[in-house]
């Protein structure tokens, strides 16, 4: 699990599996601080991979902040958190191994090729694969047991299946192929599956989760909003569980660079920022004014659809071989209160109860025209007057649908 004393962490680049891996850097720990050293072969590419900053130039660029572990934010952005890491320290500690006592770049190594996006890390140290099972109601059962502090027989298989998770909510990733056979594994699905992503409920989540982001993603999508092909995916024993497709995995063996707007802005999610942060980050990011307006419309449907869990992980960019950037998909959608009732991302100042001033404002300042302000404040509102309907086909509950259905009214009434 540990990297030989003084031994670069090998960053690369897989876009491909079947094709060679782009060498991007080495790094290494100093006092606690990464340093980071980019590779000939990636400043002659000009890809760039950390998004805005440490451009990639033939020097030591050490981490801007200790706010990531000291790691770099692009870096920071494969390992796992929430989640992940819950199911990655239990399995190191049947191993003899204190997560904890790990530096930044040796948990890294413990991503290896497993994490999100196409970032791979050599030599890597993650434990091999004990995948027992993949009933859903089971691993479910045993997500629970893991979340309430305790261990079952499957822990092995859930850190197995985590990958680079982030988030609270219990995942898995796993393989759909066009028959609906399932396949799982922690590294490239197999051929001919495309990848996916399982969710499962945290004790916080209404007991109807699953039908629940799947109405939303949904709605979303009725909204314009670009959204992952999602399903829900039937159990025995719940309303069903969330399954949504993975957008930096488009084809079998291939892998999207993918950059959050936290590692882009080096901004850690528990800090609040602004929607007008995310469009400045997309226009340099992306250089595309019709990304600025997939963000923008993405804002508006956070704020009439009461999606107040919008952090800074919650918005992502996309990286191809190319080096061209893409605002990714929209993703984690679903009602949520948000921290004391407010946004984590505000518009013009305002967080509890943002109006369509401030986001007439914040879209003119970044060059939309009144007409598609206007156009996509209708479209979401059109989309959003469906919910009981989308609700009720989705399986979410009775009372779900009469709680989520008042505080859109509220929102409403307020915007």
Known sequence: ????????????????????????????????????????????????????YYPPEPELHAARTRNFN???????????????YLVMRKRLAKLGVD???????????LVGETGRGALVFEPATTPSDEVETLDL??????????????????????????????????KVHVGFDDGGNVSVG???????????????RAPEDPIDIGPLEYAYASMARAAGIDVPDHKLLASKKRPGYFA????????????????????????????????????????????????????????????????????TRQHAFLMDRAGDWRLAPAYDLTYAAGPGGEHYLD??????????????ALGK???????????????????ISHWDAVANAAGVTVASRKMVGEAHTRVAASF
């Open 1 to 52: 699990m540990r990297l030989p004393r003084g031994a670069p962490l090998n960053i690369a680049l897989e876009f491909d599996v079947a094709r060679a891996r782009l060498p991007a850097g080495r790094l290494a720990m100093s006092d606690s601080l990464a340093q980071l050293e980019w590779s000939s072969e990636l400043i002659a590419s000009t890809l760039s991979p950390a998004g805005l």
């Open 70 to 84: 000291g790691l770099h934010g692009f870096l920071a952005d494969a390992l796992p958190e929430g989640w992940g």
């Open 99 to 109: 997560i904890a006592s790990l530096t930044s770049a040796e948990q890294l190594a």
């Open 137 to 170: 109601d089971a691993l479910a059962d045993e997500a629970a047991l893991i979340l309430s502090g305790d261990d079952g027989d499957l822990a092995e298989t859930l850190a197995a299946l985590a990958g680079g998770s982030g988030g609270a909510r219990p």
């Open 186 to 200: 922690s590294g490239e699905i197999a051929p001919g599956h495309s990848a996916w992503i399982v969710k499962f």
């Open 244 to 311: 949504t497709r993975r957008f930096d995995r488009p084809e079998p063996g291939a892998r999207l660079h993918m950059l959050s707007l936290s590692g882009a802005i080096e901004s850690p999610p528990q800090t609040p920022s602004s929607y007008d942060t995310l469009l400045r980050a997309t226009r340099a990011i992306t250089r595309r004014a019709d990304d600025v307006v997939a963000a923008f419309r993405r804002m508006v449907f956070n704020v009439l659809a009461h999606n107040r869990d919008d952090h």
């Open 347 to 360: 518009i013009e100042g305002e967080g509890r109860k943002p109006t369509r001033v401030h986001v007439e």
């Open 365 to 383: 300042r970044h060059g939309l025209s009144i007409k598609q302000t206007a156009t996509a404040i209708d479209d979401v509102r059109a989309a």
